[in-house]
């Protein structure tokens, strides 16, 4: 498939801790970008990490890209009830595809 | 920016019926897309265009799938006939280019079919 294929597909944690969620590609990729999907919501974009970039940081978000492992991995730090939604990731391609992302509900 | 919008936010009709998604993208967004979310399958992308010109239309399920652009500030998507298959929620998405710049959502319709 040409989507970024998140892992896992659900996560459940408690306010405050960390929450990290996974990526996924086959292909190549000149950037990856990670949006947000509140219930009821359209995608909101959160970040972008270009291919010859190694971490990139976004407030609470923290973003790792790996070429090699052809991965990439989002971190929210002191994670809040309002960070519960879906994340996707999107390999930046021509054709935008995405994966079925991750649940994550974030527990007050 | 009033960012993507898109009508109606739910529709609810009956099989056999013809059903008009709309959508007004980003003023100066040169790319829209056309989404379709289910649980089964994800977000599969059905259709996209660039400058009003349907460049790849691969994903539209079947021949009762149309999209059009008459113009750079709106867009429809239509069933005819619908069915119950069809239920889903329906994203269109605009970009003013495909480097780095990413897609703006809208917040979809829902459509259910009886």
């Known amino acids: 498939s040409q989507q970024g294929e998140e892992d896992p597909q659900a996560l459940s944690i408690q306010e405050g801790e960390n929450a990290t969620m996974n990526c996924s590609y086959k292909?190549?990729?000149?950037?990856l970008q990670w949006y947000r999907q509140n219930s009821g919501r359209g995608l909101v974009h959160l970040i972008l990490?270009?291919?010859?970039?190694r971490e990139k940081h976004s407030g609470r978000l923290r973003v790792t890209l790996d070429t090699s492992k052809k991965s990439s991995s989002l971190l929210i730090t002191a994670s809040r009830a309002a960070d519960t939604a879906s994340y996707f990731c999107?390999?930046?391609?021509?054709?935008?595809?995405f994966g079925r992302g991750t649940s994550l509900i974030v527990h007050p | 920016d009033a960012g993507v919008i898109q009508s109606p936010r739910h529709e609810v009709t009956e099989m056999g019926q013809e059903v008009t998604l709309r959508c007004k993208p980003i003023?100066?967004?040169?790319?829209l897309f056309w989404y379709r979310q289910t649980m089964m399958r994800g977000l599969e992308l059905l259709i996209y265009?660039?400058?009003?010109?349907?460049?790849?239309d691969s994903g539209m399920p079947e021949d009762r799938f149309s999209a059009k652009m008459p113009n750079a500030s709106f867009s429809t998507l239509k069933i005819q006939p619908s069915e119950p298959r069809d239920s889903a929620v329906y994203f269109c998405?605009?970009?003013?280019?495909?480097?780095?710049?990413?897609?703006?959502f809208g917040n979809g319709t829902r459509l259910t079919v009886t």
């Open positions: 265009f660039n400058n009003n010109v349907p460049i790849d």
């Open positions: 998405a605009s970009s003013p280019d495909r480097g780095l710049s990413p897609l703006h």
């Open positions: 990490i270009r291919s010859n970039e």
């Open positions: 292909t190549s990729i000149n950037n």
């Open positions: 003023s100066g967004h040169d790319y």
């Open positions: 999107e390999r930046g391609s021509y054709i935008p595809t």
